[in-house]
């Protein structure tokens, strides 16, 4: 995979190879968070694109500025609805805690959560109205915390983990496709609040300029010490021009291509040092007593069970740990695009391409997850050029005005599908375990 980066850097750019690379480095760590629920545990969760979101959100959340004239239209209203629903369900569990199980009980909870319902709608309406007018066109939301951006990594992580806490209890007593189908659902309403609640971080109309953890292009490119770090880089093409106007517009150039270069370079070493972290603990867990109790709960439940294993706990524990790497993966995700779009995380598309990695890797090895990240998502990018490149190596006889030929450059884009496609058949037929299929350790 790294000499298939080195190609992209040569034949294509190095601003396209490290792009790649570090939307590689993210997906392995979605990758690693799928692993750690269906290698370890056999869970299968397709919310994934919801607890991705989550993630993006808490940069948001995090790193933004506070808006300080929504707060002042809207924010005594929002935080009154957050202490109605504290106390909505403050007083459901006490009410299944002090009140003996009967229709009076269950007559109770739902006369509180029907007038809670009420109450939030009568006070939440004119303060959610409010926020969102205030200046749409560049806010109309509350903003964040203006915090340091790396804070919202962590942040993201505790968002998806407290996310699937609450999944967990209600749909973790379902199994295998029954569960799948109840994690997606619950993605799409995840991400579809957030499309449509303005009032939170702006909907549909997207936020943009986020903050960065590593210098901007910009700066870089009025730096003396990076002008001259690329002046000296490039000294022997930059001798070779004798006139200055044409010595100093081709530094220039230099100068603007290496900022790129570098930001994206940064951004590598930080999403590495997230990977090579998430590796060096999820390898520990793996090969430790708890992790050979998950493999043993998720080869025989009704054993563990009977060999007194708390099935229930554990599989809240791991689908916990799981959804809160994916909420980190979205958190650095937006973090490395600089905006936040809630329409591009589609479920039904998505989810299953971080799937197709975990399984053309290999279920149940982290170093296969991670290897399945890499090779997807380089197939995922690089489909279209190398499918353009054949249709002209192909079709060059052919006349430009040729009909087969103009559809199939047209169709380009698409090949993608075509070869994630059949890249998985035959992983299938050849590799039914993956790649690097989990190793089992007898002890």
Avoid at 48 to 65: D, F, N, P
Wanted: one cysteine or more; glycine letters at 10%; charged letters at 15%.
């Amino acid at each position: 995979m790294v000499f298939l980066i080195i190609l992209v850097g040569i034949f294509q750019s190095w601003s396209i190879a490290l792009t790649i690379l570090n939307y590689c480095l993210i997906s392995a760590v979605m990758t690693m968070g799928a692993n750690i629920q269906w290698g370890y545990a056999g869970l299968i969760n397709f919310g994934i694109m919801g607890y991705t979101a989550l993630g993006g959100l808490a940069v948001v959340l995090v790193s933004v500025a506070p808006v300080g004239e929504a707060w002042q239209a809207g924010g005594f209203g929002l935080f009154i609805c957050l202490l109605i629903i504290f106390s909505m369900v403050f007083l459901i569990r006490l009410t299944l805690k002090k009140v003996i199980k009967s229709k009076k009980r269950n007559y109770l909870i739902a006369a509180i959560i029907f007038f809670g319902l009420i109450l939030l709608k009568v006070i939440s309406t004119p303060a959610i109205e409010s926020i969102e007018a205030i200046d749409p066109a560049k806010t109309g939301f509350l903003g964040g915390l203006g915090m340091p951006i790396l804070f919202s990594w962590i942040v993201g992580g505790f968002f998806a983990g407290g996310l699937a806490y609450i999944v967990g209890k209600i749909a973790l007593g379902l199994r295998a496709d029954y569960l799948a189908i109840a994690t997606l659902l619950i993605a799409e309403i995840v991400v579809s609040i957030i499309k449509h609640e303005d009032w939170l971080a702006r909907g549909v109309k997207n936020v943009i300029g986020l903050k960065k953890p590593v210098p901007y292009q910009i700066d870089l490119q009025k730096s003396d010490w990076f002008i001259n770090l690329v002046e000296k880089f490039h000294s022997a093409k930059l001798d070779l021009i004798n006139s200055l106007t044409e010595r100093q517009e081709l530094l220039n150039s230099l100068v603007i291509d290496a900022s790129s270069v570098y930001v994206k370079l940064c951004m590598s070493g930080l999403f590495l040092s997230v990977v090579i972290i998430l590796l060096i603990v999820t390898q520990k867990a793996l090969y430790s007593p708890w992790g050979r109790m998950m493999r043993a709960i998720r080869d025989n439940e009704v054993a563990a069970n009977a060999m007194g294993k708390n099935v229930v706990k554990q599989h809240l524990l791991i689908f916990i740990l799981g959804s809160a790497i994916v909420g980190i993966a979205g958190a650095m995700m937006v973090t490395n695009d600089g905006l936040f779009t809630p329409g591009s995380y589609r479920p039904m598309r998505y989810t299953f391409v971080i799937w197709v990695m975990v399984i053309v890797g290999g279920t149940g090895n982290n170093f296969g997850a991670i290897l399945g990240g890499f090779v997807v998502w380089f197939l995922w990018v690089e489909a279209a050029p190398i499918a353009l490149f054949l249709i002209n190596l192909f079709t060059a006889h052919l006349p430009e005005t040729n009909e087969i030929k103009i559809h199939l450059i047209n169709s380009a884009p698409y090949f993608r599908f075509l070869m994630v496609g059949i890249g998985l058949l035959i992983i299938m037929r050849y590799r039914p375990k993956g790649i690097l299929p989990e190793k089992i350790i007898k002890q």
